[in-house]
């Protein structure tokens, strides 16, 4: 069946060195191709922009493969059907998946999952009941494993995962502590989400002084997702049997000079301390345990989420560089059309 729709798409025009720019990326169009049988066409409504998509621009071995230049960047996307030759899906279903940064999409059914928005906004699906609600689950249940009283640290507290990350160890009944990097970020880890304390990094006289001040019993679990001078500070506070969560260095993914810090292996050793690198996809045929109890925690009013959503596809390059200024409270999306 021949369609006559025109499509937009972003590709990665140059490998950025040091901090992206705009100029790395390039719009162009292009005649959406023909449906195939076992496809169908998807209309993007949020596309997802995540610091992980940093470490793809660039060509340095990692856990999945850099991004092509010339081709699309992909990350995730929830859309809506509007041409199906699959039996899978009807025109008008919500669906999500790792799709390419486009207004339309050309898939294989098989590859995307449906979602309800009756249950919860289209938008959750990127946020809590997506990448960063199931990083913060299984990242802190299944490495840091938090016990009722124990002291949880989290860096980028007020981002999407670690917003996660903090309420789900108060459900745990741990003391939350969340390291953020704005007066406003702290205030509303405190007052809305209830972290027993906070630290405006940006703001302190000296990180470690504020640090042991407000966990005066030391940290049991650290979830890292920034490392740098941040982290540093956290590991001279680390209780016997801490484990630390290493879910991402945000701090350092735009550095050109290499991430020298202090050697921390002494302190693990005497601390018999457990440090331990994961990403998502370790925990993909769990994923439907983690979707489970993070919408039940939703349903009870136990857990809040907080999206910091800008509008337009041309914005899509702006909105990703802004996650490395901390412009985002909560996850970082872009809304490119409106459902129909």
Request: aromatic fraction near 8%; charge should be negative.
């Amino acid at each position: 069946m021949e369609t006559k729709l025109n499509n937009r798409k972003i590709i990665l025009l140059s490998r950025p060195e040091g901090m992206p720019t705009e100029q790395n990326f390039e719009f162009r169009e292009a005649p959406v191709p023909d449906l195939q049988e076992g496809q169908v066409l998807v209309r993007s409504i949020y596309l997802s922009v995540d610091p992980y998509m940093r470490g793809r621009m660039s060509e340095s071995k990692s856990y999945i493969e850099p991004y092509r230049l010339g081709e699309a960047i992909v990350g995730g996307v929830v859309g809506e059907v509007v041409q199906s030759q699959s039996s899978l899906f009807n025109v008008g279903d919500k669906v999500i998946g790792i799709l390419g940064w486009q207004i339309y999409n050309v898939v294989e059914a098989a590859a995307l999952r449906k979602v309800d928005d009756t249950i919860a906004p289209l938008s959750a699906y990127l946020s809590v009941l997506g990448l960063t609600g199931l990083t913060a689950y299984f990242g802190l249940l299944d490495i840091g494993r938090p016990l009722e009283g124990e002291t949880v640290v989290v860096s980028g507290a007020a981002g999407a995962v670690g917003m996660i990350v903090g309420q789900i160890a108060k459900i745990k009944g741990a003391y939350v502590v969340g390291i953020a990097g704005s007066d406003e970020k702290t205030q509303f880890l405190e007052k809305e989400l209830h972290f027993d304390a906070t630290l405006n990094y940006k703001t302190v006289d000296n990180l470690s002084q504020a640090l042991e001040q407000v966990c005066p019993n030391g940290v049991d679990v650290y979830f890292d997702n920034v490392g740098g001078s941040i982290s540093d500070a956290v590991m001279n506070l680390l209780n016997n049997h801490a484990r630390i969560a290493l879910c991402g260095a945000i701090s350092s993914y735009n550095s050109t000079d290499g991430d020298i810090g202090p050697r921390i292996q002494t302190k693990l050793i005497k601390t018999r301390s457990l440090i331990k690198g994961f990403v998502l996809g370790d925990y993909a045929d769990r994923s439907s345990e983690g979707i489970q109890e993070l919408g039940k925690w939703l349903a009870e009013g136990k857990l809040k989420y907080e999206e910091t959503i800008i509008e337009g596809f041309d914005q899509v390059p702006h909105a990703f560089l802004q996650l490395f200024k901390g412009a985002n409270l909560g996850k970082m999306l872009v809304k490119v059309n409106e459902p129909q």
